[in-house]
């Protein structure tokens, strides 16, 4: 199961960089149910991770048996898995379509059945530490940034991006593709006119959500699509 | 016959996904005049469709000779083929430029010449089933849709996206490229200023759209253009 | 002579074709100043044009020496150099930024040092044959369109697209790079603030136009740069 | 380490060029400090700068031993490096998403922890020299440039374009590539709502910018993940 999860974590971390989801910095990271760890790059560009730079860390922050050192903001992953039992994958990005939404104080909401996913709401944080400036380093940042996220599947960082999650690392791909898809339908829709947001009744959100796009079948076509679009990696 | 409609519907399926029409999601089909079956690809990204993939349906939704699947949205094809005699391809999609008419209430309309050929408007269907959500997948949604298009060339989907036809599969193609067109270009001119909607005289209509523009000539040059950009395909 | 000028048309067309100024349809021709006659490709995309394309058309629409036929609207051609004896180049295009206002009535003005050619006004062409639609197909409405065209750089084309010439090919596909450039940053600015428009004065024009933009220099880079970005081609 | 600047220089060039920054026209310098002298290109559009192109300049303007001239503009780096002791790298460019604050008033201000750099302000030129355009060529006008910039790290030229400025050559790509970035966010940002601009406290920007931001890791970061996505020279 390790090989596996290693596996779909560089390809999750190639899917962010060719779709533009991650440009240079940001991160994806997946937990492994059976040792209750982290697995997550070493601190460099998610375009040119590959297995070697994987490594293990403790829900606390400790990088086991290596000496290298994984991204500056690693808590957030870490306050997440910890709060979330349901979540075992996280991105955090930045993505141009989602800072319009993390700058300003218009909300996000479901504008299609691809974004139907967020019916419950984005919740936005902003309560960082004073000194330690628009990143989330601390522990405390990352327990409160938690607090915040609630039981949602995605959550603005305000003035810096966003975080998404999923039950698994293809389901977690799959939120982040159709979060990122509705801040752009969105915030083209804003442009045109007045926007007629998706319904939120609960038959709604479980046919087209639960039964349609996080199913299975759902999932595993983006995941299939969007991996057949990697360039061949020059070893 | 067949086997030229196989060919052109797998080179119909990478123009829709090599110009960004439809990323992973989305459908195309043709009617076989001769046996009045729809051909379709089972349940997979139009990127990837090859001949081992196109399906036969019939209009009650049955796969012939074959145990695989077809889209689930696939009565978006059936209902319009049942309504339509004068239809043979329909593409089904979401792409961008299109959605923020489909989540306003900014109604589309030509802005160009390109533009004419949607003179008679785009009517917008909304009459979802409570309990299948934003999607089109009950027989009784699909005729509800088929009646709303009514005689026109494209139609919106509330929340959703939008379906294009035609009388042949390249015209549907060239349909739908200048559906996407007119949306972007109304798009740009609606941030900009009030726009001159072009005009609907029957002989400005009939010397724009029915001599030029949707003449075989220029369907011809287009289907030429958009499929001579097709990346080489790797076997 | 004339060999040069055939291998330059078709690199216009290319580049023309790469920039994304002419996807599909649109056309540029060049005048030999020797046989007072227009080359200019058979009707095609612009993308695939090769030497055997290229046809000489009298200033009369006659095709010489041939049976192919060019493009539908060559009028605009031959009425811009029947009416220009300084332009031996002419682009006509339907450029995404451009559409905005061609559209809507807010005018086209220079915005910064580059689109300063525009110093003089773009003029906006709508006075189309009631019977022809929104193309330019007859002698009479190319008149009109050329004598609205005046002594000016570009041309809008209401509904449709514009017209953009040059004292040669390299210089008219500078002029159309610049005139894009301005339609994408004047759009741009528009939504985002009161734009401050480049000053008119008569010695702004000389040094920033004549001696710097427009000057041989500026010109063969520009022909150079987009030269270079070109695919290598597939024979 | 002449050779390093000189190739850290060529790379520079086609990061700018790669990442759409520079166009075509635009320049970029380093000073070496041994020397007091500038090393820049020929000029010659960015994107096909090789070791071969790179002259030495003095900061009064003279190419030390070799006959070919460098861009009209040079003035702009001279300048900059007279005024400003502390900076050994220049880029002067007319990116799309900056131009809209170059030819509006609304002022650049940071929205994201990225922008958090331009916290002390984007100051605007626009004493051009009646005389010269809207360039900058005279000594003169390149004196006035400098004094607008004083000690920020950002100044947008009124009707053209903007220079960005750094400690070092990576320093001032990566000052580059955020200063776009921040354009292009507020840009966005101002078309959905009312911003929430970054903090401007001591603190928040010590942590944010000089431990993060613009820490020797994370220049480094920025410029291997732009250096790899460059294109295979073929020579």
């Keep these: ?102 700058i300003t104080d218009v909300e996000m909401r479901p504008v299609t059945h691809k974004g139907m996913m967020f019916y419950d709401g984005v919740p936005k944080f902003d309560d960082y530490d004073e000194e330690r400036g628009y990143l989330i380093a601390t522990e405390a940042e990352g327990e409160r940034m938690a607090e915040n996220l609630g039981d949602h599947r995605a959550q603005l960082l305000a003035g810096h991006g966003a975080n998404t999650v999923g039950g698994s690392l293809k389901e977690a791909i799959c939120v982040t593709y159709n979060f990122v898809l509705n801040a752009r339908n969105q915030l083209d829709g804003e442009s045109l006119g007045e926007i007629t947001f998706a319904p939120e009744s609960e038959s709604m959100v479980r046919t087209t959500v639960e039964e349609a796009e996080l199913s299975d079948g759902v999932v595993e076509r983006l995941w299939e699509y969007l991996s057949r679009q990697l360039p061949e990696r020059s070893k």
Tied chains: 1, 2, 3, 4.
């Design 1 to 102: 199961m390790r090989r596996r999860l290693v596996d779909q974590l560089v390809t999750a971390n190639r899917i962010l960089a060719n779709e533009g989801i991650i440009r240079g910095f940001g991160h994806v990271s997946v937990r492994d149910p059976e040792t209750e760890t982290v697995l997550i790059s070493q601190s460099r560009s998610p375009a040119f991770v590959t297995e070697g730079d994987i490594l293990e860390l403790t829900l606390d922050g400790e990088v086991l048996d290596d000496d290298r050192t994984t991204y500056l903001e690693n808590v957030i992953h870490r306050a997440i898995y910890r709060a979330r039992p349901d979540v075992n994958a996280v991105v955090h990005h930045h993505a141009e379509s989602v800072i319009p939404f993390a």
